[in-house]
């Protein structure tokens, strides 16, 4: 042993053959194996295991055993039969104690679970349409409600902002409430709280009601907003899993095309027009509540709760067992969670949430998330959203022009969705983010050009100007934004995901709320080109760098594996970045550019967490 208490290089590779060895907290532990070629060994638990080798690999040929995340991700990568026995064992379990489902969870199947799995992510990602639904059809209502209530400018702020303020209170439910209920009766909570609110704001005859149905109306939306991207994150398979939590983000922009034709449809109603606008969302959150009702848990949430029968027969449901990929998976979750539940409880106890504090692993996911959020929101896209009617009549358009010309914002936005779910999980998750934010930069600069045009002497020239740029701008944020519901959703390990997508989803929509809230103020204090070019496109610049510096790439990495990528110290992922930053900049300058804006690879997991206590110095995997 080494003076700081390391294995010196000996220590590693001269123990007797017939051992098995792996470090725990620095310290080389051994234990003597027979050396047979088959063993009988006791784990304790009163189930005997067969030891067999295999070109000096050792390996179970029964039962099931306790092992290390790293040790399970070993035998997943050489396909050890430890994975089909543990499968099989299950299975027969499951045969004799089926799982008994009440009338709250009805039980659906199909003959290929990608069925169910597409199923599940379609009604799930409906969540993402109530949100931008709302988002577009308070724009639109903001030009005919504050004189029907008879709001000042102050309310109409309250108003817009009322539901990304109710959001945070429903964010800072969403711990809680997943810990407590789990990820699908979360949801439906959150879909009973929001119909509750828009029928309150579509009936609204004062300010205080409408105040009072936009605050609970984005309790519900906070709370879906930070469960759904986790619970589509921790059902799918990994090589979809950035896809189809994108879909997500594509149901907003849908959810704000639909607003946008709703109000468009009604803004012609010559009484209440805007009550028909608010209300018509009932008809998009009673089809979700129904269609969440027969969808099951999520199996890694059961996982964690220690319900293991429970989640394979989930995920016998959505995933399947026959192919490989799905059962080397569920094997290496079900390890995970074990071992995240032995250390949490020898770390903190009941109080998890402090390894965000205490945890470099823990920590770095938490900064990590925060910062691309507040990327996301910091540029502009929601108080651009909300006040689009407002900003479209600002550049010359007619109030009833406004409302039909913001289909243009909210259609680019939507279409700027779909590359995203198709190539972001080929090219990958940095790639992506360092590629679309320089575009929609561009689109706020020509915005912000827009704004020196006068509309009295050019009109046209104002309007096609601002027309092109809310283009690119929201054509851009569109495949920028999936990566707000994407990274959050599968950096966080099993144990503190509930707590930390909580804080992500505070942060979101609590910057929401800022912006919103202080956009008129912001407006008028700094110039509309002050506001949009020199705040939100310098954000965009400064965001830039950052993401070139610190992002990572978790593209077709399980959420286990993204738990070790996450294990590097910062310093590391930084070099490695800067590695990459200096090669594209060569490769841009000789004129590469088929290296540049090629799929980016899979990084390799580190290797310094290889070495590290976390995992085993030999290949033998222990016992």
Same mark, same amino acid.
């Given at each position: 042993?080494?003076?700081?208490g390391s294995p010196t290089s000996s220590e590693k590779n001269h123990h007797p053959p017939d051992t098995l060895a792996k470090f725990e907290d620095g310290k080389l532990q051994v234990e003597h194996v027979e050396p047979n070629a088959k063993r009988r060994m006791s784990?304790?638990?009163?189930?005997?295991?067969?030891?067999?080798? #295999?070109?000096?690999?050792?390996?179970?040929?029964?039962?099931?055993?306790?092992?290390?995340?790293?040790?399970?991700?070993?035998?997943?990568?050489?396909?050890?039969?430890?994975? #089909?026995?543990?499968?099989?064992?299950?299975?027969?379990?499951?045969?004799?104690?089926?799982?008994?489902?009440?009338?709250?969870?009805?039980?659906?199947?199909?003959?290929?679970?990608?069925?169910?799995?597409? %199923?599940?992510?379609?009604?799930?990602?409906?969540?993402?349409?109530?949100?931008?639904?709302?988002?577009?059809?308070?724009?639109?209502?903001?030009?005919?409600?504050?004189?029907?209530?008879?709001?000042?400018?102050?309310?109409?702020?309250?108003?817009?902002?009322?539901?990304?303020?109710?959001?945070?209170?429903?964010?800072? %439910?969403?711990?809680?409430?997943?810990?407590?209920?789990?990820?699908?009766?979360?949801?439906?909570?959150?879909?009973?709280?929001?119909?509750?609110?828009?029928?309150?704001?579509?009936?609204?005859?004062?300010?205080?009601?409408?105040?009072?149905?936009?605050?609970?109306?984005?309790?519900?939306?906070?709370?879906?907003?930070?469960?759904?991207?986790?619970?589509?994150?921790?059902?799918?398979?990994?090589?979809?899993?950035?896809?189809?939590?994108?879909?997500?983000?594509?149901?907003?922009?849908?959810?704000?095309?639909?607003? @946008?034709?709703?109000?468009?449809?009604?803004?012609?109603?010559?009484?209440?027009?805007?009550?028909?606008?608010?209300?018509?969302?009932?008809?998009?959150?009673?089809?979700?509540?129904?269609?969440?009702?027969?969808?099951?848990?999520?199996?890694?949430?059961?996982?964690?709760?220690?319900?293991?029968?429970?989640?394979?027969?989930?995920?016998?449901?959505?995933?399947?067992?026959?192919?490989?990929?799905?059962?080397?998976?569920?094997?290496?979750?079900?390890?995970?969670?074990?071992?995240?539940?032995?250390?949490?409880?020898?770390?903190?106890?009941?109080?998890?949430?402090?390894?965000?504090?205490?945890?470099?692993?823990?920590?770095?996911?938490?900064?990590?998330?925060?910062i691309m959020i507040f990327l996301g929101q910091f540029t502009g896209i929601n108080a651009i959203m909300y006040y689009m009617a407002t900003l479209m009549n600002q550049v010359g358009f007619s109030s009833k022009e406004s409302v039909f010309m913001s289909l243009v914002?909210?259609?680019?936005?939507? %279409?700027? /969705?779909?590359?995203?779910?198709?190539?972001?999980?080929?090219?990958?998750?940095?790639?992506?983010?360092?590629?679309?934010?320089?575009?929609?930069?561009?689109?706020?600069?020509?915005?912000?050009?827009?704004?020196?045009?006068?509309?009295?002497?050019?009109?046209?020239?104002?309007?096609? /100007?601002?027309?092109?740029?809310?283009?690119?701008?929201?054509?851009?944020?569109?495949?920028?934004?999936?990566?707000?519901?994407?990274?959050?959703?599968?950096? @966080?390990?099993?144990?503190?995901?509930?707590?930390?997508?909580?804080?992500?989803?505070?942060?979101?929509?609590?910057?929401?709320?800022?912006?919103?809230?202080?956009?008129?103020?912001?407006?008028?204090?700094?110039?509309?080109?002050?506001?949009?070019?020199?705040?939100?496109?310098?954000?965009?610049?400064?965001?830039?760098? @950052?993401?070139?510096?610190?992002?990572?790439?978790?593209?077709?990495? /399980?959420?286990?594996?993204? #738990?070790?990528?996450?294990?590097?110290?910062?310093?590391?992922?930084?070099?490695?970045?800067?590695?990459?930053?200096?090669?594209?900049?060569?490769?841009?300058?000789?004129?590469?550019?088929?290296?540049?804006?090629?799929?980016?690879?899979?990084?390799?997991?580190?290797?310094?967490?290889?070495?590290?206590?976390?995992?085993?110095?030999?290949?033998?995997?222990?016992?």
């Amino acid at each position: 042993m080494s003076s700081d208490g390391s294995p010196t290089s000996s220590e590693k590779n001269h123990h007797p053959p017939d051992t098995l060895a792996k470090f725990e907290d620095g310290k080389l532990q051994v234990e003597h194996v027979e050396p047979n070629a088959k063993r009988r060994m006791s784990t304790g638990g009163g189930r005997n295991l067969s030891i067999a080798t #295999d070109g000096g690999r050792q390996y179970s040929t029964g039962g099931t055993r306790r092992m290390s995340e790293w040790d399970a991700m070993k035998i997943a990568k050489e396909g050890g039969v430890e994975i #089909d026995e543990e499968i099989e064992l299950l299975d027969q379990e499951l045969a004799e104690n089926p799982i008994h489902h009440s009338i709250w969870s009805p039980v659906i199947n199909f003959k290929d679970p990608r069925h169910f799995t597409w %199923l599940l992510v379609g009604f799930a990602s409906m969540g993402g349409l109530l949100s931008g639904i709302d988002q577009s059809l308070i724009s639109g209502a903001n030009l005919y409600m504050p004189a029907s209530l008879n709001l000042d400018t102050s309310q109409v702020s309250l108003v817009a902002s009322g539901v990304p303020l109710g959001a945070i209170g429903g964010a800072l %439910l969403l711990g809680p409430t997943n810990e407590a209920v789990g990820r699908r009766m979360a949801i439906i909570i959150s879909l009973i709280l929001y119909t509750i609110g828009a029928a309150l704001e579509a009936g609204a005859i004062n300010f205080g009601m409408m105040v009072t149905g936009r605050v609970i109306l984005g309790l519900g939306v906070g709370l879906e907003g930070g469960t759904v991207p986790v619970y589509v994150a921790e059902s799918v398979a990994r090589k979809y899993r950035g896809n189809l939590v994108s879909l997500y983000q594509f149901n907003i922009a849908l959810g704000e095309v639909f607003g @946008y034709v709703v109000a468009a449809i009604f803004v012609n109603v010559k009484s209440g027009s805007w009550r028909y606008m608010l209300g018509s969302s009932l008809v998009f959150s009673t089809i979700m509540l129904v269609g969440m009702l027969f969808m099951p848990e999520s199996p890694r949430f059961l996982m964690h709760k220690g319900r293991t029968l429970e989640a394979f027969d989930t995920w016998k449901r959505i995933r399947g067992i026959d192919l490989a990929e799905n059962r080397e998976e569920f094997f290496v979750m079900k390890h995970a969670c074990i071992e995240e539940h032995d250390s949490k409880a020898s770390r903190t106890g009941s109080f998890a949430w402090l390894d965000f504090f205490t945890v470099p692993r823990a920590r770095r996911s938490i900064i990590y998330a925060q910062i691309m959020i507040f990327l996301g929101q910091f540029t502009g896209i929601n108080a651009i959203m909300y006040y689009m009617a407002t900003l479209m009549n600002q550049v010359g358009f007619s109030s009833k022009e406004s409302v039909f010309m913001s289909l243009v914002g909210g259609g680019s936005l939507l %279409l700027g /969705t779909l590359p995203a779910i198709f190539y972001m999980e080929k090219f990958g998750r940095r790639f992506w983010a360092c590629a679309m934010l320089p575009g929609f930069f561009i689109g706020l600069l020509i915005i912000g050009c827009s704004y020196l045009i006068d509309t009295k002497t050019n009109v046209g020239g104002a309007e096609g /100007t601002y027309i092109t740029g809310l283009i690119l701008y929201e054509g851009f944020f569109g495949s920028y934004a999936c990566l707000t519901w994407v990274l959050p959703s599968e950096v @966080y390990p099993t144990y503190l995901r509930s707590y930390g997508m909580e804080v992500s989803d505070v942060t979101l929509f609590f910057c929401s709320w800022l912006v919103t809230y202080f956009f008129s103020d912001m407006q008028k204090a700094m110039s509309r080109i002050g506001l949009t070019l020199g705040f939100y496109g310098g954000i965009a610049v400064v965001g830039w760098f @950052y993401q070139l510096l610190f992002m990572p790439e978790t593209k077709n990495k /399980t959420l286990e594996e993204i #738990d070790v990528l996450f294990s590097q110290p910062t310093g590391q992922l930084v070099r490695q970045n800067l590695k990459g930053v200096a090669e594209s900049a060569s490769d841009l300058v000789h004129f590469r550019w088929g290296k540049v804006f090629r799929p980016s690879p899979e990084s390799e997991l580190p290797e310094a967490h290889r070495d590290s206590a976390v995992g085993p110095v030999s290949n033998k995997v222990q016992g």
